[in-house]
């Protein structure tokens, strides 16, 4: 949330996405395109997983409609509008948004109390010569044992058993959605997003 327009227009702070489609906040909010980015997905499961199919269309497609010309095909996209004043409010990664308000920029953010969702870094062998997955195992040993610290010192979230991040990079909401993340399911949730807009 940049502080700034938000007392600048009077509007309050939300604590939940679906305070974002209140008609106050029109033309003032920012999100990705799941089309386009995965951090969009997150935001499709914390609607399902909060509000269900049904509600969440509407949730959805309500604030789809305050979007308006800031539906944003990079998943940091909405938070550079959030920075730059050209809106209120923004959906995106919480790492990013902690470290540009600790860098000083008008912002604040908000643990929505429909749930901070995480991608993990998943791998696949897909054309494979037999129907073991030694390969996809080794690449997955390697990402563990030589990448994850690097990749959680950018990404400062805390996935696996044993790793610990600072206070402020931890989520009040953390949660897990409820199916396994498959590319059925993301074509599922685009489609879902594709009919919120009509």
Same mark, same amino acid.
Request: glycine content about 8%.
């Given at each position: 949330?940049?502080?700034?327009?938000?007392?600048?227009? =009077?509007?309050?702070?939300?604590?939940?996405? &679906?305070?974002?489609? #209140?008609?106050?906040?029109?033309? %003032?909010?920012?999100?990705?395109?799941?089309?386009?980015?995965?951090?969009?997905?997150?935001?499709?499961?914390?609607?399902?997983? #909060?509000?269900?199919?049904?509600?969440? &269309?509407?949730?959805?497609? *309500?604030?789809?409609?305050?979007? =308006?010309?800031?539906?944003?095909?990079? =998943?940091?996209?909405?938070?550079?509008?959030?920075?730059?004043?050209?809106?209120?409010?923004?959906?995106?990664?919480?790492? #990013?948004?902690?470290?540009? &308000?600790?860098?000083?920029?008008?912002? *604040?953010?908000?643990?929505?109390?429909?749930?901070?969702?995480? %991608?993990?870094?998943? %791998?696949?062998?897909?054309?494979?010569?037999?129907?073991?997955? *030694?390969?996809?195992?080794?690449?997955?040993?390697?990402?563990?044992?030589?990448?994850?610290?690097?990749?959680?010192?950018?990404?400062?979230?805390?996935?696996?058993?044993?790793?610990?991040?600072?206070?402020?990079?931890?989520?009040?909401?953390? %949660?897990?959605?409820?199916?396994?993340?498959?590319?059925?399911?993301?074509?599922?949730? #685009? *489609?879902?997003? &594709?009919?919120?807009?009509?």
């Amino acid at each position: 949330m940049n502080t700034e327009v938000l007392k600048e227009k =009077g509007l309050p702070m939300p604590t939940s996405i &679906k305070d974002l489609t #209140q008609p106050e906040f029109k033309g %003032l909010v920012s999100i990705p395109n799941i089309m386009d980015s995965s951090t969009a997905w997150l935001l499709v499961q914390a609607i399902i997983g #909060q509000y269900g199919q049904e509600e969440g &269309k509407t949730v959805l497609h *309500d604030l789809i409609a305050n979007v =308006g010309p800031h539906l944003e095909s990079s =998943g940091s996209g909405p938070l550079k509008k959030v920075q730059a004043g050209e809106v209120a409010a923004g959906f995106g990664l919480r790492h #990013q948004a902690v470290k540009a &308000k600790a860098a000083g920029a008008p912002i *604040d953010y908000v643990d929505p109390v429909e749930g901070n969702f995480s %991608l993990t870094e998943s %791998l696949a062998v897909v054309d494979k010569k037999n129907a073991t997955t *030694d390969l996809a195992m080794k690449m997955a040993e390697v990402i563990i044992k030589d990448a994850r610290k690097d990749l959680i010192a950018n990404y400062p979230v805390a996935l696996y058993k044993g790793e610990s991040v600072e206070d402020v990079n931890k989520p009040a909401r953390s %949660l897990k959605f409820e199916k396994p993340l498959t590319v059925e399911l993301l074509k599922e949730h #685009q *489609d879902f997003f &594709k009919s919120a807009q009509e």
